[in-house]
């Protein structure tokens, strides 16, 4: 079955389920008006002519009503689920036909440092765009992450590709792990908030006065009513409710921080508990990773949800009612505290652990998706040892239809350290370095890459290609290009394996100037540990192939003039270019003479 099947399928599953759901949920509202109305006769007929069938009647209603109003509840979360499930189907099918995704493009990730603009990493129908299926902030922020910084450490790259090999088999519980995600809507104040709160100190728990008189004076004030009811003496009544009003009121202020800092918190903790319940029934087969990620999803997911609980429970301190009356029996704001403090103590240690859990689950859901989607897609091969190795066979760009990329091949050799690529305009030079740079990314990653095969041994990336001026910063674009390039060469001084993506330096000088600016500085990323692709349109640089033909080796994109027509193969060959399109572009467009 085919990606693009399987999300047909799923979606008239889940149209089917939830045409039954609505009708449901009519029967019930229906159903709840009937008892409601029953209830209200009998109460009715009650006042005016007390009887026990009448009595018993009014219970019956009430209790029908309300369990009609408990069921409706627990379908209405069904169909919600549903119409998550539905929309996760729908925006799969629509990426598959080559619409946009839905998700977070993440545009807020770029900080216009490293290769992130270079190589379309973040943004609309960006690498991150692609691959992004994270609901949670944590999620996002690990997948950026790991686009930013790839990982190259080979065995990690491998356990990566294992988990997310093992994880894309498993579709239908990858769409409940984003499903569950999307049933609560995360803001970046409630984790800074709940953050924040984990890291204060605890103060009523060091009060051991309080953790007696917790117990004590829930007892007193309920012995003390059944006293009053008995005898009516209030007098027990009042010496308990001052005692609990005065310690409200002592802590008022503390209450007030705490409920600020863990109230209202129910929604974003069970989105994350909700993620960890479904990734601990993960089949992690033989991924290692996977094991130890569900290890840490199966406890963590119960003290999330705990968690939960308790910051709901403290919330009906907002009911104006049952504030009062718990408040005057039982403290409850300082009971609420006191668990929530005793929950903090016992796992304040492991919560930023579960969190990145949390994001490690969504990232790897991410690109096991990405992998399900795109099954002609292939693992490449990691190679280890110091000397920097790219094969690449069919190699093209994930971003770029199928139906219009041009695949291409490309072996490095040992002794290569500068692969030197001319070429005229829009003949395929920048799209190239751009392929390279984002399937070794993809590789890097874990994730299969858009190629037959490719072999690579695991690099630093730092790339020249996009540049631009900056008004705010007083720079030009001249000497924008020039910090990118020291930049560059501060990096590799770090000898770090690393590859070079260079597109056409030194376009604000003379042509002189240039090339020989050009010239040096390739011979100065001869001197480091790194593969460099420089593409450039002068052709006068090839000429270094023959004075280092070790180190550098031209390669070309050929334009095609034929029959007064220009054309382009996009094809990568060894060699330098030839034919100019500039002339005859401008000849064609009237733009100078033909003659």
């Not at 376009?507 to 001197?527: C, H, P, V």
Request: proline share 3%; charged share 20%.
């Amino acid at each position: 079955m085919t990606a693009l099947t399987f999300y047909e399928n799923n979606l008239k599953v889940c149209s089917d389920t939830l045409n039954v759901f609505r009708k449901r949920l009519l029967a019930f509202s229906l159903l709840r008006l009937l008892s409601f109305s029953v209830f209200g006769l009998a109460v009715y007929s009650l006042i005016s002519h007390p009887s026990l069938p009448l009595l018993a009647l009014s219970f019956l209603g009430l209790a029908f009503f309300l369990t009609m109003v408990v069921f409706a509840q627990r379908l209405k979360e069904k169909k919600t689920f549903y119409e998550k499930l539905f929309f996760i189907n729908a925006n799969e099918k629509d990426i598959l036909q080559g619409k946009p995704n839905q998700m977070d493009p993440g545009e807020h990730f770029s900080d216009g440092t490293g290769y992130a603009e270079d190589l379309d990493i973040f943004g609309v129908r960006s690498l991150f765009h692609l691959l992004n299926r994270c609901t949670t902030t944590h999620g996002k922020s690990y997948l950026a992450n790991l686009l930013q910084h790839p990982l190259l450490n080979p065995q990690r790259i491998l356990d990566q590709q294992t988990a997310v090999r093992v994880l894309s088999q498993q579709p239908e519980t990858r769409q409940q792990i984003t499903a569950h995600g999307l049933l609560h809507e995360e803001g970046n104040d409630n984790l800074h908030s709940l953050e924040d709160w984990l890291k204060s100190s605890q103060q009523l728990r060091k009060k051991k006065w309080l953790l007696v008189l917790r117990w004590i004076l829930p007892v007193f004030n309920t012995g003390s009513f059944i006293y009053y009811i008995a005898t009516g003496n209030i007098l027990y009544i009042a010496i308990g409710f001052i005692i609990a009003w005065g310690i409200n009121g002592k802590y008022a202020r503390y209450v007030l921080k705490e409920h600020l800092s863990i109230g209202k918190k129910q929604g974003v903790l069970n989105q994350y508990a909700g993620i960890l319940k479904i990734f601990a029934s993960v089949n992690t087969q033989d991924s290692a990773l996977l094991h130890q990620l569900s290890q840490s999803a199966q406890s963590a997911h119960r003290e999330i949800r705990l968690l939960a609980k308790l910051s709901s429970a403290f919330d009906q301190r907002l009911n104006l009612v049952v504030n009062i009356l718990l408040n005057s029996l039982a403290i409850y704001d300082i009971q609420c505290i006191l668990a929530l403090e005793k929950w903090k103590e016992r796992n304040n240690s492991r919560f930023a652990e579960w969190l990145e859990t949390v994001g490690r689950i969504e990232c790897l859901n991410s690109l096991a998706g990405f992998a399900f989607n795109y099954p002609d897609y292939t693992y490449p091969v990691v190679q280890t040892g110091e000397t920097i190795h790219i094969e690449a066979i069919q190699l093209a760009h994930p971003l770029i239809p199928a139906s219009v990329r041009v695949p291409n091949d490309f072996v490095s050799r040992e002794d290569n350290k500068i692969v030197l690529i001319t070429g005229s305009n829009m003949s395929g030079k920048t799209t190239f370095l751009r392929t390279l740079g984002v399937n070794l990314i993809l590789g890097q990653a874990g994730a299969p890459v858009c190629a037959a095969r490719l072999s690579f041994s695991p690099v630093e990336i730092l790339t020249s290609i996009r540049v631009n001026d900056s008004l705010q910063e007083n720079t030009s674009y001249f000497m924008a290009e020039l910090k990118r390039l020291q930049k560059i060469i501060h990096r590799l001084k770090e000898k770090k394996p690393s590859l070079v993506l260079i597109d056409e330096i030194l376009r604000g000088t003379n042509s002189e100037d240039k090339t020989y600016g050009s010239e040096q500085f390739i011979l100065q990323l001869a001197q480091h540990h790194c593969l460099t692709f420089f593409a450039t349109h002068d052709l006068t640089l090839s000429a270094l192939e023959a004075g280092h033909s070790s180190q550098v080796i031209n390669y070309c994109f050929e334009s095609i003039i034929e029959n007064d027509t220009l054309r382009f193969d996009y094809k990568l060959r060894p060699g330098v270019a030839r034919n100019k399109n500039a002339s005859f572009l401008m000849k064609q467009m009237g733009i100078i003479d033909k003659s």
